[in-house]
């Protein structure tokens, strides 16, 4: 934060608006790492709260786990919060602020999923979607207007892979931890369905119909 403003101060004594946009571009970027960094401090410090130093097996609970405190969960949230305002494409910083605010949700996802056979089988199977669970080379052969075709398409297109989306690390329970994963994997099935572009109106739509989908789903006790 302290690193933002800085910059905000040095960009009112600036001449130039251009010399204004680059100083403040450069300080916005320097605070994302100012939160990423925090976040990899958090995995040390969180060994530490648990007073098991840097033993992981007491104190992860899945592979990319970094333990954090109240505390910590509270800076990571303001400052993801802060930094994707100011870059809505720092799809990390996007992530984080889900991952260290949305517990309640992920936990009513989780309960529903329980509730309906195929949700129930979800958790149950994990499964995952990533260039090793998928057989590009057979969606690439199918049909135009498939959506198996069309979801390689739209991956080529925006230059992402299945394997783009940031692993879980701040959420502490191995299951919702595997329910906010699979909500993000499954986020580019949504973006080929509606036919949305990653640019920031796609990305607003498609964020909207997965608020609207899941909102009837809670309702109505199914998993979409």
């Given at each position: ?19 204004c ?45 970094i ?6 969960k509270?800076?990571l ?26 517990e ?67 959420v502490?329970?191995e ?10 994997e ?30 009837l ?8």
């Amino acid at each position: 934060m302290e690193t933002l403003l800085r910059g905000v101060r040095a960009a009112l004594h600036c001449g130039s608006a251009q010399k204004c946009k680059t100083l403040l571009f450069d300080r916005r970027r320097l605070f994302s790492a100012d939160v990423i960094r925090l976040s990899l401090h958090s995995e040390h410090a969180g060994f530490a709260a648990a007073g098991h130093g840097d033993d992981e097996r007491y104190c992860r609970l899945y592979r990319t786990h970094i333990p954090t405190t109240p505390v910590q969960k509270a800076l990571l949230a303001v400052g993801s919060g802060v930094a994707a305002l100011l870059d809505p494409y720092r799809h990390d910083m996007v992530a984080v602020l889900g991952e260290t605010t949305g517990e309640l949700a992920l936990r009513r996802l989780r309960d529903r999923m329980r509730g309906d056979p195929e949700g129930y089988q979800i958790l149950q199977e994990r499964p995952r979607i990533r260039v090793s669970t998928l057989d590009l080379g057979r969606l690439g052969a199918m049909p135009d207007g498939s959506f198996g075709r069309e979801y390689l398409r739209f991956l080529e297109e925006n230059g992402v892979t299945p394997d783009s989306r940031a692993d879980v690390k701040f959420v502490d329970d191995e299951e919702l931890a595997f329910v906010i994963q699979r909500y993000r994997e499954v986020h580019d099935f949504m973006h080929t369905l509606l036919g949305m572009p990653t640019n920031m109106l796609g990305e607003v739509v498609v964020k909207w119909f997965e608020a609207v989908t899941c909102s009837l789903s809670l309702s109505q006790g199914r998993w979409w």
